[in-house]
C-alpha cells in the first residue's frame, strides 16, 4: 500500500499558486519525499524531493513540516501546462521499492 | 543526454502470446525500474534491478519476468498473455548509490493492448 496520502483533485486559477498537500504520518527518519507529475499519457517526471528541510528548485518548492508527517508542494505560479496528476512518494533513496498512490489530479483554470 | 529509452512504443498482441519489452537507461544509469500503468489499478510497481540483478519485486504473478544486461539495459518479458496485461508499462533508470538522490526518471512507456 502507498505511504501517502493526497486528495483526489484540486483546481487552482492559472496565474495562482497551486498548493498540494500530501499526509506521509508513518514516516521513517532515512525516507525522503519526493514529488512527481504525470501529464496525460506521458511518462512521469521528476519535480523535487527533500528530507527534513524546505527545498526550492526552477519547477517548485516543498514545504515539510517539523515532525515530517505532511508535506506541501508549491508551483510558485500555475499555468495550463501545469495540468497533471502529481504523485508524493517517500522512500529511502536507494532501498525499497517505489509505491506511488492515486495521486492528485491538479486542474488548472484559465 | 540522451533520456531513458523504450522501444516499442505501442503494440497488439493477442491473449496466450508473449510480448518483451525493452528499456535503455540514462547513460551512466545503473538501475533499472519497471511500472504497470492501468486505469483502475494506477502506477504498479513490478521490479527493479542494478547491476543486473533484481533488487525489489511487486506483486505481480511469475508471468511477468525481467532482466538486466551489463551495459544496463533492461528487458521485461510477460508470458501467457491476458486481457487485463493491457497497459502502459513504464521504465525508469536511476543512478547509484552516492550518485544523486534516487530521483526516477521515466521513459514515454511501452502501450500494450491484449485483444
Same mark, same amino acid.
Given at each position: 500500500?502507498?505511504?501517502?496520502?493526497?486528495?483526489?483533485?484540486?483546481?487552482?486559477? @492559472?496565474?495562482?499558486?497551486?498548493?498540494?498537500?500530501?499526509?506521509?504520518?508513518?514516516?521513517?527518519?532515512? @525516507?525522503?519525499?519526493?514529488?512527481?507529475?504525470?501529464? $496525460?499519457?506521458?511518462?512521469?517526471?521528476?519535480?523535487? $524531493?527533500?528530507?527534513?528541510?524546505? @527545498?526550492?528548485?526552477?519547477?517548485?518548492?516543498?514545504?515539510?513540516?517539523?515532525?515530517?508527517?505532511?508535506?506541501?508542494?508549491?508551483?510558485?505560479?500555475?499555468?495550463?501546462?501545469?495540468?497533471?496528476?502529481?504523485?508524493?512518494?517517500?522512500?529511502?533513496?536507494?532501498?525499497?521499492?517505489?509505491?506511488?498512490?492515486?495521486?492528485?489530479?491538479? $486542474?488548472?483554470?484559465? | 543526454?540522451?533520456?531513458?529509452?523504450?522501444?516499442?512504443? &505501442?503494440?497488439?498482441?493477442?491473449?496466450?502470446?508473449?510480448?518483451?519489452? %525493452?528499456?535503455?537507461?540514462?547513460?551512466?544509469?545503473?538501475?533499472?525500474?519497471? &511500472?504497470?500503468?492501468?486505469? #483502475?489499478? #494506477?502506477?504498479?510497481?513490478?521490479?527493479?534491478?542494478? %547491476?543486473?540483478?533484481?533488487?525489489?519485486?511487486?506483486?505481480?504473478? =511469475?508471468?511477468?519476468? =525481467?532482466?538486466?544486461?551489463?551495459?544496463?539495459?533492461?528487458?521485461?518479458?510477460?508470458?501467457?498473455?491476458?486481457? #487485463?496485461? %493491457?497497459?502502459? &508499462?513504464?521504465?525508469?533508470?536511476?543512478? %547509484?548509490? =552516492?550518485?544523486?538522490?534516487?530521483?526516477?526518471?521515466?521513459?514515454?512507456?511501452?502501450?500494450?493492448?491484449?485483444?
Amino acid at each position: 500500500d502507498a505511504k501517502t496520502t493526497q486528495p483526489p483533485s484540486m483546481d487552482c486559477a @492559472e496565474g495562482r499558486a497551486a498548493n498540494l498537500p500530501c499526509n506521509h504520518s508513518t514516516i521513517s527518519g532515512n @525516507e525522503y519525499v519526493y514529488w512527481y507529475r504525470q501529464i $496525460h499519457s506521458q511518462g512521469p517526471q521528476y519535480i523535487i $524531493h527533500g528530507l527534513k528541510n524546505n @527545498e526550492t528548485n526552477e519547477m517548485a518548492s516543498l514545504i515539510i513540516t517539523e515532525d515530517r508527517k505532511s508535506s506541501t508542494l508549491i508551483l510558485p505560479h500555475a499555468t495550463l501546462r501545469d495540468t497533471a496528476v502529481y504523485y508524493c512518494i517517500v522512500r529511502v533513496a536507494w532501498d525499497d521499492k517505489i509505491i506511488f498512490g492515486k495521486g492528485t489530479r491538479l $486542474h488548472i483554470l484559465p | 543526454k540522451a533520456g531513458v529509452t523504450q522501444t516499442p512504443r &505501442y503494440l497488439i498482441k493477442t491473449r496466450g502470446q508473449q510480448v518483451t519489452l %525493452s528499456c535503455s537507461p540514462i547513460s551512466g544509469h545503473r538501475s533499472v525500474s519497471w &511500472y504497470q500503468q492501468t486505469p #483502475g489499478q #494506477g502506477l504498479q510497481f513490478l521490479f527493479e534491478y542494478f %547491476s543486473e540483478t533484481q533488487r525489489n519485486k511487486g506483486n505481480f504473478p =511469475g508471468r511477468f519476468s =525481467g532482466r538486466q544486461f551489463s551495459n544496463s539495459r533492461s528487458e521485461m518479458n510477460v508470458s501467457t498473455l491476458e486481457l #487485463g496485461d %493491457s497497459a502502459l &508499462y513504464l521504465c525508469a533508470s536511476s543512478g %547509484s548509490p =552516492g550518485q544523486g538522490s534516487g530521483e526516477l526518471f521515466f521513459g514515454e512507456g511501452s502501450r500494450l493492448t491484449v485483444l
